[in-house]
């Protein structure tokens, strides 16, 4: 490491590694508080009075097997607020990583992801035109089309909200969702899914709603609401229903 690099990694750790270390964006989790963090670049310049630390050119920060690279990074040590701008791409020992072109941080636990988000783990994957991710409230909430894939299945909308806490997600706009475990497909102007203390959860539909079954039983309605442990379906509101008989 030269001195150039020796000198925005003691900065950069002193003023990152708690809370407000930018890796922490959007659905990564937790920061690694407390633990060194290293980063690199081409130039390097740290303002004193303004708390201003600046990173131009290959930006590259680790932290305990996780890495964050970009163009430019900027960040004030006074608000905790900051932004790194460029083929951002994230990834973490876990093997989650994140591809965005603008990633800004607010607070020091506000984070979004802009420009195009793309983000993939071995357990999932989500794709949106805009991110955002409070890691103190745990909610997150997306803009323009949005994928979230599955092993289990998918759900398509055009903004979608999630409480982690609570573990309720909340898709506005053109929803399209796959459920592999019950052979089962749907869409509706509007979803609401809810855990609600069961295993599986709740999904309601509303807003020209239809959830088709196995390919064939089809029901439409302006409100279907299933319950995913029992594989029941109710509709409201004088709902159609078409059933393919078993030969």
């Known amino acids: 490491m030269n001195k150039k690099q020796m000198v925005v990694a003691l900065l950069v750790g002193i003023v990152l590694s708690g809370s407000a270390y930018l890796y922490a964006a959007t659905p990564f989790g937790e920061t690694k508080s407390g633990e060194p963090v290293d980063i690199e670049a081409d130039e390097v310049s740290y303002d004193w009075k303004a708390g201003k630390v600046t990173a ?10 996780d890495r964050l690279q970009g163009d430019q990074l900027e960040f004030f040590t006074s608000t905790n607020n900051g932004s790194l701008v460029g083929h951002v791409v994230a990834t973490r020992s876990d093997g989650s990583k994140m591809v965005t072109s603008r990633l800004d941080i607010t607070g020091g636990n506000i984070f979004t992801g802009s420009g195009g988000v793309d983000y993939s783990s071995p357990e999932n994957s989500l794709q949106a035109n ?38 309720q997600v909340v898709g506005r706009g053109n929803v399209d969702f796959v459920s592999k475990p019950h052979s089962t497909i749907g869409k509706a102007d509007h979803m609401d899914y809810q855990k609600a203390g069961k295993e599986q959860g709740i999904v309601t539909l509303t807003g020209n709603a239809q959830v088709v079954h196995k390919g064939e039983n089809m029901i439409t309605g302006p409100k279907i609401t299933i319950d ?8 409201d509101g004088r709902p159609t229903l078409v059933i393919t008989p078993q030969k």
């Not at 949005?146 to 609570?166: F, H, S, Y």
């Not at 995913?228 to 509709?235: H, I, T, V, W």
């Open 56 to 65: 131009n050119g290959k930006v590259v920060a680790t932290q305990s097997g």
């Open 130 to 167: 805009w991110l955002q991710y409070n890691q103190s409230t745990g909610y997150i909430q997306t803009k323009g089309r949005t994928t979230l894939i599955r092993a289990d299945g998918m759900i398509k909308a055009d903004q979608v909200e999630a409480w982690q806490k609570t573990e």
């Open 228 to 235: 995913l442990d029992s594989g029941y379906a109710e509709a």
